[in-house]
T-cell receptor, first 115, second 118 residues
């Protein structure tokens, strides 16, 4: 079945450091890929998404490119801030994007950014 | 943006008791809600899909008689863990689908419920 593997945390970075959180997936079809973020005490929020190969999702300085050849969707940010401290989840859906179907999630990666 | 309220955020109960978790869509109607469970250091695992006015669809391996789901209105779904045992201790998260045409994104999540069964 479909699955998502993402790097384990916690990840601790200094402010303004470069961030990469790795995510790879296994899917039989052509899934849509997502990154969700969960800030302390809040629900998961969609950070960015990509619906087909070579698409790049971006939001709030974060980027991820859908790489079919490596089945990856790594999350990157050039300069992290303390406010980026959160748990990040990579997810996929084998249904059309933006359609609100159930998702397959990775385990989540906790990010702590220190001043 | 759309908000999903999940309550309670944490609960501690004795073994053998039942616990009800509520999931409400605050500013949209949700014909479909999803219930997930997350054990420590594990992925969020889909437990069931809750459809308003009909029976929930459970994922393989999830006991429907143990995890009762009620979706009696377009804004509320409840998950009841019946006769809870320590192995049911987990983090439960709901999400709701917004089917309205105005919704740019369709899926919204609650903040989760940490259940600890003693």
């Amino acid at each position: 079945g479909d699955s998502v593997t993402q790097m384990e945390g916690p990840v601790t970075l200094s402010e303004e450091a470069f961030l990469t959180i790795n995510c790879t997936y296994t899917a039989t079809g052509y899934p849509s890929l997502f990154w969700y973020v969960q800030y302390p005490g809040e629900g998961l929020q969609l950070l960015l998404k990509a619906t087909k190969a070579d698409d790049k999702g971006s939001n709030k300085g974060f980027e991820a490119t859908y790489r079919k050849e490596t089945t990856s969707f790594h999350l990157e940010k050039g300069s992290v801030q303390v406010s980026d401290s959160a748990v990040y989840f990579c997810a996929l859906s084998d249904r059309p994007s933006n359609s609100g179907y159930a998702l397959n999630f990775g385990k989540g990666t906790s990010l702590l950014v220190t001043p | 943006g759309a908000v999903v309220s999940q309550h309670p955020s944490w609960v501690i109960c004795k073994s053998g008791t039942s616990v009800k978790i509520e999931c409400r869509s605050l500013d949209f109607q949700a014909t479909t809600m999803f219930w997930y469970r997350q054990f420590p250091k594990q992925s969020l695992m889909l437990m069931a899909t809750s459809n308003e006015g009909s029976k929930a669809t459970y994922e393989q391996g999830v006991e429907k008689d143990k995890f009762l789901i009620n979706h009696a209105s377009l804004t509320l779904s409840t998950l009841t863990v019946t006769s809870a045992h320590p192995e049911d201790s987990s983090f439960y998260i709901c999400s709701a689908r917004d089917n309205s045409p105005r919704a740019n994104e369709k899926l919204f999540f609650g903040s989760g419920t940490q259940l600890s069964v003693l």
